[in-house]
Every structure is written in C-alpha cells, then in structure tokens.
T-cell receptor
Framework: QQQVKQSPQSLIVQKGGISIINCAYENTAFDYFPWYQQFPGKGPALLIAIRPDVSEKKEGRFTISFNKSAKQFSLHIMDSQPGDSATYFCAAGPGNTGKLIFGQGTTLQVKP | KAGVTQTPRYLIKTRGQQVTLSCSPISGHRSVSWYQQTPGQGLQFLFEYFSETQRNKGNFPGRFSGRQFSNSRSEMNVSTLELGDSALYLC??????????????FGPGTRLTVL
C-alpha cells in the first residue's frame, strides 16, 4: 500500500525527443505527487508537482499527466536536451506531512 | 536565499561507532525531513520534525534518531553503526507541516561510509 512503482529504470533519448517516465501508486490517501531531478553528487531538486484535482500540469518543457482512476502519473519531457541527463524520481504522499514515498528512479540519458 | 545546508558532507566511520549529522533548513522553513538514499533501497523516509516535535517516522530501527532545535536546525543520530548504514543522508526543508501542498527542498546530503 505504501509503494510507488516507477518505470523504466533507464531511458536513452535523442536530443529533441520526448522522454516519458511512468509511476503507479497504491495508497488512495496520497494527494501530492512531485517529481524530482537529481544530478550526481547533488540532492534531489523539485521539478514539478501535481495534486489529484487536475489531470495535467505543464511547466516549460515538463508536463505531469495524472490518472486518478488508474492511480498512475507520468512525467513528459519535451524537446529533451543533453542537460536533462539525470536521475528522475517520482514521489507520492499525503500533502499534510513531510513523508514522501519515492519511486526507484529513472536514469535518463539524452544523446546529442 | 541560501538553500538547505548539511554538514559534514562526507564522513567515514567504523562499525559500532555513532554519528551525528546536521541540517540547517532554508531561512523561514520550519519543517525538516530526513531521508536515506542507497542504490538498493532508493530514497527512504526516516523522520519529519516540525516545531521541535517529531511528526512522522519511517520504518527504521531505533538506532536512528533525530531532533530539532528552536531555530529549526535539525540533527540526526545513528548509533551502533552497521555496514548497511552506508548511504547518502538527505535533509529536506519545507515552509510548514500540515500544508496540503508541502513542497520539500533538499540539501546536498551527507555521504556516510561505514567500514
């Protein structure tokens, strides 16, 4: 009930392509779904987050799609750039606490 | 505005020792959460502190403890270190606890190696 499953584990995309990372959760009490980006030697940085009252949120080249009935959400990176090469984590949690359950991470490589 | 700072950045200890890690949240942030990151288990929640009180706790043994001071700075302590405690320990701060949209900002982490 507390798991967040993330796929794929790794992803290689050509520059300019679309990167898609998927996550699924089990606990219907979760109401906050952030995505984090982590570069080697750094802490995770918040990219974009969504609440279940909307089905999509877009910020620049990053879009979260959310399917409440399927308990799934995904991150789309449009026009992927080599600088986007990093590890991406989805997370979920009740928005009224600091407890986030993280997916296992996706290592994205964008080839020039 | 300065980000979350964690000290020390790197630490090497031997089995059986104890260690204390420190976290200074973003100015004005009152909630601090701690996470353990390992290649095998990923990012796992340790505990959350708000107003010097532990609000939530993850599934870690009692050897892992923490506290928060009146200035919101936080420390976590691991006693009787085991090899499996080798990890990157991350601290995250947020403005408040109990918010419906609790954005967390992470520090760079403390890399703990247990020999």
């Amino acid at each position: 009930q507390q798991q967040v499953k993330q796929s794929p584990q790794s992803l290689i995309v050509q520059k300019g392509g679309i990167s898609i990372i998927n996550c699924a959760y089990e606990n219907t009490a979760f109401d906050y779904f952030p995505w984090y980006q982590q570069f080697p030697g750094k802490g995770p940085a918040l990219l974009i987050a969504i609440r279940p009252d909307v089905s999509e949120k877009k910020e620049g080249r990053f879009t979260i799609s959310f399917n409440k009935s399927a308990k799934q959400f995904s991150l789309h990176i449009m026009d992927s750039q080599p600088g986007d090469s990093a590890t991406y984590f989805c997370a979920a949690g009740p928005g009224n606490t600091g407890k986030l359950i993280f997916g296992q991470g996706t290592t994205l490589q964008v080839k020039p | 505005k300065a980000g979350v700072t964690q000290t020390p950045r790197y630490l090497i200890k031997t089995r059986g020792q104890q260690v204390t890690l420190s976290c200074s949240p973003i100015s004005g942030h009152r909630s601090v959460s701690w996470y353990q990151q390992t290649p095998g288990q990923g990012l796992q929640f340790l505990f959350e502190y708000f107003s010097e009180t532990q609000r939530n706790k993850g599934n870690f043994p009692g050897r892992f403890s923490g506290r928060q001071f009146s200035n919101s700075r936080s420390e976590m302590n691991v006693s009787t270190l085991e090899l499996g405690d080798s990890a990157l320990y991350l601290c995250a701060s947020s403005l408040t606890s109990g918010s419906a949209y609790n954005e967390q900002f992470f520090g760079p982490g403390t890399r703990l190696t247990v020999l």
